[in-house]
């Protein structure tokens, strides 16, 4: 077997492999006598069927089979051996392979372009200047977060009299012209609506100041617009109610209305464990904890964006357009030219930005062990817990989520790379000089748009 590669220029290539008879005959032979071991073949015994039968029924696709085998194995070798370092995969020159004839060639030559990856430098110093945003909370953002706290615990209590952001519960039933009861018409009992959700505000002052067993006729459509919303209250399916209109009576059963939760220490041990937090001040000041790593979350992400777009502005090289164009139609059977032209130049800079990514984390020596996996891992895992409200999950129920996460191949590379962004992004601190710069979070969220 021969390989040559000849570069057509600085990022495309073709290679050439040059397959002989002897190079394949032997493997080929042996997948036949193994074939032969176990045939079943009407009239013959197991393991008894000539030689010459079992090559004239399997003995071509065997060969393509190992062929291709054997061309994909020694590019592998090849490339790997020489150092050469692609962008996607060999993709065959069809118009040639299709010359190729399995009956009556014993050698081949077959063709591949080649995508070769660009050489380049990360270049840049402490003349690249990036912001590093630090977000000042203020009050309205902790009463915010305070708020957020004592309605997701908070409760619904009966009340007698309605008001306008309670619950009601009741029997719904449709009226006919005289303000009868449509016989056999759409009716549901114990269903609920909320009054907040009336869209019409004269029909929503009706159901404010109403106790149990009082009815209020309305009209449903102009309450409420919505479909969802209409098949909701009436236990349908959206596509039943399209053409419900007129006027319907609704009967009150029952009065809810949502209290938040009080600052107390049933709060406290319900957000983070029995006798984690024991008194107002302590919980205030989880709260602003809770508040600045959520923030500092936030300033270190768009760190990291704008380190990476300065690495991306400052960072010059090509690639092989043509042929990742032409290898993203081969790879995506469902994807059309006009599509693949579209989404091009968020898959360029996004290809840009991996091999500038992976050429600083091989000049650094970057490695990420089964300790960082794990711990990156169990992190995620809290975070998941805290947005169910599982604050005082255990650091054994953490690990063994975070281990069971770690077993699915799909989930450990995300993870792996995020860590790798991670340390990326820290050599990139170094490289460039960062200036602090405290804004709001209004002035943060416009950076954004």
């Given at each position: 077997?021969?390989?040559?590669?000849?570069?057509?220029?600085?990022?495309?290539?073709?290679?050439?492999?040059?397959?002989?008879?002897?190079?394949?005959?032997?493997?080929?032979?042996?997948?036949?006598?193994?074939?032969?071991?176990?045939?079943?073949?009407?009239?013959?015994?197991?393991?008894?069927?000539?030689?010459?039968?079992?090559?004239?029924?399997?003995g071509?696709?065997?060969?393509?089979?190992?062929?291709?085998?054997?061309?994909?194995?020694?590019?592998?070798?090849?490339?790997?051996?020489?150092?050469?370092e692609?962008?996607?995969?060999?993709?065959?020159?069809?118009?040639?392979?299709?010359?190729?004839?399995?009956?009556?060639?014993?050698?081949?030559?077959?063709?591949?372009?080649?995508?070769?990856?660009?050489?380049?430098?990360?270049?840049?110093?402490?003349?690249?200047?990036?912001?590093?945003?630090?977000?000042?909370?203020?009050?309205?953002?902790?009463?915010?977060?305070?708020?957020?706290?004592?309605?997701?615990?908070?409760?619904?209590?009966?009340?007698?009299?309605?008001?306008?952001?309670?619950?009601?519960?009741?029997?719904?039933?449709?009226?006919?012209?005289?303000?009868?009861?449509?016989?056999?018409?759409?009716?549901?009992?114990?269903?609920?609506?909320?009054?907040d959700?009336?869209?019409?505000?004269?029909?929503?002052?009706?159901?404010?100041?109403k106790?149990?067993?009082?009815?209020?006729?309305?009209?449903?459509?102009?309450?409420?617009?919505?479909?969802?919303?209409?098949?909701?209250?009436?236990?349908?399916?959206?596509?039943?109610?399209?053409?419900?209109?007129?006027?319907?009576?609704?009967?009150?059963?029952e009065?809810?209305r949502?209290?938040?939760?009080?600052?107390?220490?049933?709060?406290?041990?319900?957000?983070?464990?029995?006798?984690?937090?024991?008194?107002?001040?302590?919980?205030?000041?989880k709260?602003?904890?809770?508040?600045?790593?959520?923030?500092?979350?936030?300033?270190?992400?768009?760190?990291?964006?704008?380190?990476?777009?300065?690495?991306?502005?400052?960072?010059?090289?090509?690639l092989?357009?043509?042929?990742?164009?032409?290898?993203?139609?081969?790879?995506?059977?469902?994807?059309?030219?006009?599509?693949?032209?579209?989404?091009?130049?968020?898959?360029?800079?996004?290809?840009?930005?991996q091999?500038?990514?992976?050429?600083?984390?091989?000049?650094?020596?970057?490695?990420?062990?089964?300790?960082?996996?794990?711990?990156?891992?169990?992190?995620?895992?809290?975070?998941?817990?805290?947005?169910?409200?599982?604050?005082?999950?255990?650091?054994?129920?953490?690990?063994?989520?975070?281990?069971?996460?770690?077993?699915?191949?799909?989930?450990?590379?995300?993870?792996?790379?995020?860590?790798?962004?991670?340390?990326?992004?820290?050599?990139?601190?170094?490289?460039?000089?960062?200036?602090?710069?405290?804004?709001?979070?209004?002035?943060?969220?416009?950076?954004?748009?």
């Open positions: 077997m021969n390989i040559t590669r000849e570069n057509i220029d600085d990022l495309n290539a073709v290679l050439k492999v040059q397959v002989e008879k002897a190079d394949y005959e032997g493997k080929v032979e042996k997948v036949l006598r193994d074939y032969r071991k176990k045939a079943n073949i009407k009239g013959f015994r197991p393991g008894m069927v000539p030689f010459g039968l079992i090559k004239k029924m399997y071509k696709a065997v060969q393509i089979e190992e062929i291709n085998k054997l061309v994909g194995e020694s590019i592998q070798k090849y490339l790997s051996d020489e150092k050469v692609i962008l996607g995969d060999p993709l065959a020159k069809t118009d040639e392979h299709e010359q190729i004839d399995f009956d009556t060639q014993d050698s081949f030559t077959f063709s591949f372009d080649l995508g070769l990856a660009p050489e380049f430098e990360v270049k840049l110093s402490q003349k690249n200047k990036v912001n590093y945003y630090e977000i000042e909370a203020d009050e309205k953002m902790k009463n915010d977060y305070l708020e957020n706290y004592t309605r997701r615990y908070g409760t619904f209590i009966k009340a007698e009299v309605s008001e306008e952001k309670d619950m009601l519960k009741g029997r719904i039933e449709s009226l006919d012209t005289e303000g009868n009861p449509v016989e056999g018409g759409l009716s549901a009992d114990d269903t609920t609506l909320s009054i959700l009336v869209k019409d505000k004269k029909i929503k002052k009706q159901f404010i100041g106790a149990v067993n009082d009815s209020l006729v309305f009209d449903l459509r102009k309450a409420f617009p919505n479909d969802y919303e209409i098949a909701g209250i009436l236990k349908k399916q959206k596509d039943e109610v399209a053409d419900i209109n007129g006027d319907f009576r609704f009967t009150i059963s009065i809810s949502f209290t938040p939760a009080g600052i107390n220490q049933e709060l406290f041990d319900r957000i983070y464990g029995e006798g984690v937090v024991n008194s107002e001040e302590e919980f205030m000041k709260i602003d904890d809770e508040i600045s790593a959520s923030l500092k979350n936030e300033s270190d992400y768009k760190l990291s964006v704008d380190l990476k777009n300065t690495a991306l502005e400052k960072t010059e090289f090509s092989p357009e043509e042929f990742l164009k032409r290898w993203l139609l081969r790879v995506n059977d469902k994807t059309t030219e006009e599509q693949i032209e579209k989404e091009f130049d968020t898959f360029r800079k996004d290809l840009k930005w091999l500038i990514r992976n050429k600083i984390a091989r000049a650094n020596e970057l490695k990420i062990t089964e300790e960082e996996l794990l711990k990156e891992a169990e992190n995620i895992t809290r975070l998941q817990f805290r947005q169910y409200g599982l604050f005082y999950a255990t650091d054994e129920q953490v690990t063994s989520y975070a281990k069971e996460t770690l077993k699915r191949e799909e989930d450990a590379k995300r993870i792996a790379d995020k860590i790798l962004e991670e340390k990326v992004t820290e050599i990139l601190k170094g490289m460039v000089k960062l200036e602090n710069k405290k804004v709001t979070i209004e002035e943060f969220n416009k950076l954004f748009e």
